[in-house]
Structures are given as structure tokens and as C-alpha cells.
């Protein structure tokens, strides 16, 4: 028997935040904006304590020179093979070579078995650096305040430009202070975006094809 009085279910839009990307900029929907930078790993555990004791004093003073607040973030999900066992396959079908041909076989049929037995994980690092203007609009009286003054001949579109020179000064610091650190970073793009959200909101599935965003990680 179905049970009675209980609460509908929230359409799945309700839990997404972003309200929408344009430019490389994330415009989320209780107001702010932010860009994620996708950055290059360590394998701290392969340093000497001495690059290691380095490496740390080297972020701790990067933190520190931040007047922000920002974001890290650790991505894990499952690899999609499928383009690559269709490479492999094309290859084996253009080989000449039978003996060749039969080792090319032989290595599909072993990745195969083993990606059905096995989940082939990857990790992505990001750094989400934001910001949320200043500027309050007052809708009594139609202008916009900066910092308290009242400037009534700026537009929105100016307010919106203002926003983002300041993200991406921020982006400018985030980004050159992890390169001192022996870091790669690069800046996400639309398309990049596009598929990050898709495989945060959807994590039991299999990741999205098609797009670029694993060679910036290269």
C-alpha cells in the first residue's frame, strides 16, 4: 500500500549549483563566479625528505601570500577504454604480419578480461579559485553601490567585467604561485567544464567521451 503524505521528490536541477559556464567562468546560482584549474601531481612518496620538507614549505608559503579563500579537490573515476581497444583492433585488422597479428589478439583479449575484472581508476587534480563581487544592488532606488558610494551611471555589464578582471588577477596568483612549486596548471575551458560536471553529478556512471579534458592532465 503506498504510504501517504510524503514529500515529493526535488526535480535533480535543485542540487545542481552552477548556473551556467561561459568563457571558462562558472556562474553558480546563489551569485559568484569561479574558474577551476586543472593541476598536475607529485609523487611526494618517491622524494627525498629533503625535496619533500621543500615541497611543503614551498605550498605553506604560497598559502599564505593568499588573501582568498580557494578550493582543492581530488577527482577519481573510472576510464573508458573503449576508444583504445578499437585503435588496437584497427591495428590488428591492418597488420600483415601473422605471427603479429596473433600477439595483438592476444593482448586485446588480456586487457579486455582484465578491465571486466578490474576498475582502471584515474585521479584528476583541480584547484577552484573564486570569486563574489562586492557590488550590492539596490533595487529602491535602481543603482548599484560600491562600497557604499552610489554610481549611478554603472551598468551591470561593467560590474560583470570588473567581477571577472578581478577572478582571473586571482587566477594569475593561484596559477603562478603552484608553478613555483614545480606544479603544471592549466585553466578549464567550456567543453572541459561540460564534462567535469557531467561525471561529478553522474559518479556510477562511465565517464563522458569524447572530450579533451585529460590532456591538459598530461
Not at 587534480?125 to 563574489?132: G, I, R
Not at 572541459?192 to 592532465?217: A, D, S, T
Amino acid at each position: 500500500m503506498p504510504q501517504k503524505n510524503q514529500p515529493a521528490a526535488k526535480p535533480s536541477q535543485e542540487f545542481v549549483v552552477v548556473k551556467k559556464i561561459q568563457d571558462g567562468i562558472v556562474h553558480l546560482k546563489k551569485g559568484g563566479i569561479c574558474r577551476i584549474l586543472i593541476v598536475s601531481g607529485v609523487n611526494f612518496d618517491l622524494k627525498s625528505e629533503t625535496e619533500q620538507n621543500m615541497i611543503l614549505s614551498s605550498f605553506q608559503n604560497f598559502m599564505n601570500t593568499l588573501d582568498f579563500s580557494m578550493q582543492f579537490f581530488i577527482h577519481s573515476r573510472k576510464v573508458n577504454v573503449d576508444e583504445y581497444m578499437k585503435k588496437m583492433k584497427e591495428r590488428q585488422e591492418q597488420e600483415t604480419n601473422e605471427l603479429l597479428k596473433i600477439q595483438i589478439e592476444e593482448y586485446i583479449n588480456f586487457i579486455q578480461s582484465f578491465v571486466d575484472q578490474n576498475d582502471i581508476v584515474t585521479k584528476s587534480f583541480f584547484a577552484v579559485v573564486p570569486y563574489e563581487s562586492i557590488h550590492v544592488v539596490t533595487q529602491a532606488r535602481g543603482i548599484f553601490s560600491f562600497f557604499g558610494k552610489s554610481n549611478g551611471q554603472q551598468s551591470t555589464e561593467t560590474i560583470a567585467q570588473e567581477d571577472v578582471q578581478q577572478l582571473n588577477h586571482r587566477v594569475d596568483q593561484v596559477t603562478s604561485g603552484l608553478e613555483q612549486i614545480g606544479l603544471r596548471v592549466a585553466p578549464l575551458e567550456d567543453d572541459e567544464l561540460l564534462e567535469l560536471f557531467y561525471n561529478l553529478y553522474n559518479p556510477r556512471l562511465i565517464e563522458k567521451k569524447g572530450l579533451e579534458i585529460m590532456k591538459k592532465n598530461n
